[in-house]
């Protein structure tokens, strides 16, 4: 029966392994996707026929011994399904943080009941053991409250900007030390409860202050590094509970949320230290006053100036921001591209890796409008066509196309890889209103003059330029 379990881990490994490897790409990524949802068939599989719960099956019958399995696995699936039958593909940001949050709960509670269950019940539990789920029920705890943040900042739950306090890193560092101090204390003495507990419990209020002071547009690195931790944390319950399948399927998540954390970061041009520390994008009234006073400066086009542009080019590119997400304008940005394209004109989609408050947060939204796979580019892919190219279109997008970035080292986002969307013969920027992005800072691709502003609900004001075009 040990042979048949570890067969059927290393077979669920092997498919985690070649699911994420499919999710690389977009024409791939559904392959990806349900050769993970086989692997976790596979690790389910191995763990209700595991020596221990086949031993129960045999004293117990079989309604006593999987009852508590059959019922969780229900309740989790009708779970599961309402979440992604109910959640829009619009806030999928919101669903990935929840989503977090369960696992980083699962991790943590399967840590306490196993402390529980050897050390307070069997009296006895060695160091490396406790070690483990130490690391276990501390990085699940963080995981959980932290997640937990990111949706309501996503969702608007709380407050998206940047919840600050004095000393609040100083603090923050001394808390998060201290935590492992206890988790050191704790390994050496596992019998002591008050310890554990106390360590339990610490990680849960640290998530909260973790998250509380980053800004809502960093959310897809916090997103990402929350995914390492329930990763590191389920990892560790492998290693509590000697289930090879939770080591690695947990080691490749830590180590992908990881580096897909290291590669959002570069594409901010931003390090580790300032997403999580910098408070970075926080606006004063003055700050804010100054950038919409810029707006008296711009030149505005009408839904008719737009939709003439637009009729007359060969070539549009079109840049989508977090403000497309926001007024769900993805189906009408592809009617657009419909009526564009059945005219001549080549109709593409520049992807900022960091537009959006999720990884691949835009490509998950035009793939919802049937927007082909073939259309969608990354910035290194299209950024050099931008100057061959008739129009831009920027849909909510705003410092993801900031030509500051590229020449004035003064400004707070230098450094950071932007779209070219300032090169482009003609640019239609669609925006609510001047209020500056998250970076807090005047746009200087709004005041060019190869540029026009339409204001307005970037699905209301296309909306009528498909009208107008039709």
């Given at each position: 029966m040990v042979d048949q379990v570890e067969t059927l881990y290393l077979i669920a490994s092997f498919l985690f392994i070649l699911g994420l490897r499919g999710l690389t790409a977009a024409h791939t990524a559904r392959r990806g996707l349900i050769l993970a949802e086989l692997g976790m068939v596979f690790a389910i599989w191995g763990t209700v026929i595991h020596p221990d719960i086949m031993a129960h099956l045999e004293i117990a019958g079989f309604f006593q011994t999987y009852k508590w399995i059959l019922l969780t696995f229900f309740i989790g699936s009708a779970i599961g399904i309402a979440i992604s039958a109910l959640i829009p593909m619009t806030r999928m940001p919101e669903r990935i943080a929840l989503s977090h949050a369960f696992g980083g709960l699962a991790a943590a509670l399967v840590g306490v009941s196993e402390y529980y269950r050897e050390q307070v019940i069997a009296g006895h539990m060695d160091h490396t053991t406790m070690g483990a789920i130490g690391f276990e029920v501390l990085f699940g705890g963080l995981t959980f409250t932290g997640s937990l943040m990111a949706f309501g900042k996503l969702s608007g739950l709380i407050p998206g900007r940047n919840i600050t306090w004095p000393l609040q890193n100083q603090s923050n560092i001394l808390m998060f030390g201290g935590t492992f101090?206890?988790?050191?204390?704790?390994?050496?003495?596992?019998?002591?409860?008050?310890?554990?507990?106390?360590?339990?419990?610490?990680?849960?209020?640290?998530?909260?202050?973790?998250?509380?002071?980053?800004?809502?547009?960093?959310?897809?690195?916090?997103?990402?590094?929350?995914?390492?931790?329930?990763?590191?944390?389920?990892?560790?319950?492998?290693?509590?509970?000697?289930?090879?399948?939770?080591?690695?399927?947990?080691?490749?998540?830590?180590?992908?949320?990881?580096?897909?954390?290291?590669?959002?970061?570069?594409?901010?041009?931003?390090?580790?230290?300032?997403?999580?520390?910098?408070?970075?994008?926080?606006?004063?009234?003055?700050?804010?006053?100054?950038?919409?006073?810029?707006?008296?400066?711009?030149?505005?086009?009408?839904?008719?100036?737009?939709?003439?542009?637009?009729?007359?080019?060969?070539?549009?590119?079109?840049?989508?921001?977090?403000?497309?997400?926001?007024?769900?304008?993805?189906?009408?940005?592809?009617?657009?591209?419909?009526?564009?394209?059945?005219?001549?004109?080549?109709?593409?989609?520049?992807?900022?890796?960091?537009?959006?408050?999720?990884?691949g947060h835009m490509n998950v939204l035009l793939a919802e409008a049937k927007i082909p796979y073939t259309s969608l580019m990354e910035l290194e892919e299209i950024n050099e066509d931008f100057k061959h190219t008739d129009v831009a279109l920027v849909v909510g997008a705003n410092d993801v196309v900031n030509p500051a970035a590229k020449h004035n080292p003064a400004s707070s986002i230098y450094g950071m890889p932007v779209l070219n969307a300032d090169l482009a013969r003609s640019c239609i920027v669609l925006k609510r209103s001047m209020r500056p992005g998250f970076a807090g800072i005047e746009n200087e691709l709004f005041f060019a003059p190869n540029t026009v502003l339409t204001f307005g609900d970037a699905k209301d004001t296309l909306t009528k330029v498909v009208e107008a075009l039709s």
């Open positions: 101090v206890l988790l050191i204390a704790v390994t050496i003495d596992p019998s002591n409860q008050i310890l554990f507990y106390a360590m339990a419990a610490m990680p849960l209020l640290l998530g909260i202050l973790f998250v509380a002071p980053i800004g809502g547009a960093d959310m897809p690195v916090v997103i990402t590094l929350l995914n390492s931790y329930a990763g590191l944390a389920a990892s560790a319950t492998g290693f509590a509970l000697d289930n090879n399948v939770l080591i690695i399927a947990g080691a490749i998540d830590g180590a992908s949320g990881f580096i897909l954390s290291v590669v959002m970061s570069k594409a901010m041009n931003r390090s580790f230290r300032n997403v999580l520390f910098g408070a970075f994008g926080k606006v004063d009234e003055e700050d804010e006053a100054m950038v919409a006073a810029g707006g008296e400066r711009v030149q505005e086009a009408s839904v008719g100036d737009a939709a003439m542009l637009l009729s007359g080019a060969g070539s549009v590119i079109v840049c989508p921001g977090y403000g497309m997400a926001v007024a769900q304008a993805q189906h009408v940005v592809g009617e657009l591209a419909e009526i564009l394209e059945a005219n001549g004109t080549q109709v593409r989609y520049a992807i900022h890796p960091v537009a959006g408050r999720m990884p």
